[in-house]
């Protein structure tokens, strides 16, 4: 990519020196308008609002309080700080982790380069779970979250069910300490369980049979050959976490083959999944046999974002 260092940075900062005197450096405003300038020229639809975020967790503060210091001026170690996340950024590295955060159900999460980065559109998943499980009565048991990732979805679900007890599992150890991270924060760590391992592997010894009050996940479902079209930050994300096999449902296959097992009779299993692909999940539900009619969920794009299917009595 071509880059092009802004008129407002100083070339031996940008080269890494941060020794220039505090009247050298730029105001937050300069900052911000020569920042978004940059970025807009990489192509990024928000770049003010990275410029924003970024200098905010340079300087510890808030996005508001950025306005209320337009004309103040930064110090040579944090302007030079700025730079740094300002060329990671320019190459379309995802804010998150840049920023080491991510908001998601109104919980600040911590993210991790290698880590999934939780989506909005996942929430409709949370949504959907938590009206499954209270539907029937219940706001406890023992709830399972495969691919947790971030462990968003988990530290959700316990958060809104004091009562229920949570199993997360993922085959990445770096999501897991993320994962376990970010329960710690929220309160909520003496309630999840993390395991390692792939899928239903993980919970081999560790999980009876027909227990589970509910399985939610979300599972890779990008189609193969679509991974390297999606766009320039997700390609900084673990390919393990995007890739869903040849039509993109390669997990949801083994999830629903395995859910029946573990899963209590009138338990739910939940699944996000991608554009287009709710009649092909609803058939797999389907032909298992062992699930009543399957339903979609929509998320606030009214794009089907969740499948579900309520285990049957045996």
């Known amino acids: 990519m071509m880059r092009a260092t802004p008129p407002w940075v100083p070339r031996q900062l940008f080269a890494g020196t941060a020794a220039l005197p505090r009247e050298c450096c730029p105001t937050v405003e300069e900052c911000l308008r020569g920042a978004a300038l940059l970025l807009e020229r990489a192509g990024i639809d928000t770049a003010r609002l990275d410029a924003e975020c970024l200098l905010a967790h340079v300087l510890g503060c808030r996005r508001w309080e950025l306005l209320l210091g337009r ?3 930064l110090e040579a170690e944090a302007f030079a700080r700025f730079l740094l996340l300002l060329q990671r950024r320019e190459l379309r590295e995802p804010l998150a982790y840049l920023t080491g955060n991510r908001e998601f159900w109104s919980l600040s999460l911590a993210v991790s380069p290698g880590v999934l980065v939780p989506r909005p559109e996942t929430e409709t998943l949370v949504e959907a779970a938590l009206a499954a499980v209270r539907g029937g009565g219940g706001s406890g048991g023992t ?6 990732g971030t462990g968003a979805v988990a530290v959700a679900l316990a958060r809104e069910l004091p009562e229920a007890r949570l199993i ?4 990445s150890r770096r999501a897991l300490r993320v994962a376990q991270q970010n329960a710690e924060a929220h309160g909520v760590a003496a309630r999840v369980r993390f395991l390692r391992g792939d899928l239903w592997r ?3 010894g560790a999980v009876p049979a027909g227990t ?8 890779p479902y990008i189609p ?5 079209q999606l766009m320039a930050e997700v390609q900084w994300e673990p390919r393990r976490a995007l890739d869903g096999g040849p039509d993109g449902l390669a997990f949801h296959r083994q999830i629903i083959q395995g859910a029946p097992r573990f899963t209590r009779a009138g338990g739910w299993v939940l699944l996000e999944i991608g554009a287009g692909q709710g009649p092909q999940v609803a058939a797999l539900f389907e032909e298992s046999g062992a699930f009543e009619a399957p339903r979609i969920a929509a998320d606030l794009a009214g794009r089907d974002r969740v499948a579900m299917a309520r285990r049957a009595a045996c």
Do not use: F, H, Y
Not at 168 to 171: H, L, M, N, R, Y
């Open 71 to 73: 004309a103040r001026r």
């Open 143 to 148: 709830l399972l979250e495969l691919c947790t």
């Open 168 to 171: 997360a599992t993922d085959v």
């Open 202 to 204: 993980a919970l081999d």
């Open 212 to 219: 589970l009050e509910a399985v939610v996940a979300n599972p």
């Open 224 to 228: 193969s050959g679509e991974v390297g």
